[in-house]
C-alpha cells in the first residue's frame, strides 16, 4: 500500500540515503526496537548532503519534497525489517503523521512545513496530546523549513512526562547559481 507520490528510483536519491558504513539494520536495537533518534538523525544528514538535488524531485509541489523523500526513506527501512507503517493525513496544512509498527511497539512521528514559531509549538503540544492519547511516551516530530534563512534545530520537549524529539530541517530552495 504505497501513499508516497515519489520515485526514488528515477532521480538516484535512494542510493544517498545511507552512508557508505551504515546498514539499515544498525538502527536496530539489540532488544529489537527501533532506534528512530538515529535514524531520523541520519534523514537529516542525508537533506543536508543532497541540498539543492531534492528540488529536482518529479512531480512533487516542493515544498512537500521533504515530507516525500521522509516517507520513502522510513518506507525502505520499514519494508526491511519487516515492520508496518500507516499514513495518516491532513489535507490543506501540509500535515503528516506516520505510524510505524514493530516489535510490539509503535513509533510516531509528525511531520510539517514551518509555519512560524506559533504554529511550530502548538504543533507540539498536538503531538502530545495524541501521544498520550496512544499510550507512547515519545514522539517525534519533523519540521520542514523552506525559508531563505531557515533555522535549523534539533530539541527535546518534554511535556508531562512525554518527550517529543523535533527537528527542524532546512530545505534548499534555489540550484545554486554557476560558479559559487
Known amino acids: ?17 545511507l552512508t557508505d558504513d551504515t546498514d539499515f539494520l544498525d538502527y536496530l536495537t539489540q532488544t529489537g526496537e527501533i532506534n528512530m533518534k538515529m535514524l531520523l538523525d541520519n534523514f537529516q544528514n542525508f537533506i543536508t548532503r543532497v541540498g539543492y538535488r531534492i528540488l529536482q524531485v518529479p512531480e512533487t509541489p516542493k515544498e512537500f519534497v521533504g515530507q516525500d523523500l521522509l516517507y520513502a526513506y522510513l518506507d525502505q527501512f520499514v519494508s526491511l525489517i519487516r515492520g508496518a507503517m500507516f ?21 510516531i512521528v509528525e511531520t510539517k512545513i514551518w509555519e512560524g ?3 511550530y509549538d502548538a504543533g507540539i503540544k ?4 495524541y501521544l498520550k492519547s496512544e499510550r507512547v511516551s515519545e514522539g517525534y516530530y519533523v ?10 534545530r534539533v530539541e527535546i520537549e518534554t511535556i508531562e512526562g512525554i ?16 560558479g559559487i
Open 117 to 119: 514559531k506559533m504554529r
Open 126 to 129: 498536538q503531538l502530545s496530546a
Open 143 to 152: 519540521v520542514f523549513d523552506h525559508r531563505n534563512e531557515p533555522e535549523p
Open 1 to 17: 500500500m504505497h501513499h508516497a507520490s515519489i520515485q526514488t528510483d528515477d532521480n538516484g536519491l535512494e542510493q544517498d540515503y
Open 87 to 107: 499514513l495518516e493525513v491532513q489535507t490543506g496544512r501540509g500535515r503528516m503523521d506516520l505510524i510505524i509498527f514493530h516489535n510490539g511497539h509503535k513509533y
Open 163 to 178: 518527550s517529543i524529539r523535533c527537528y527542524v530541517i532546512p530545505v534548499v530552495q534555489e540550484v545554486p547559481s554557476n
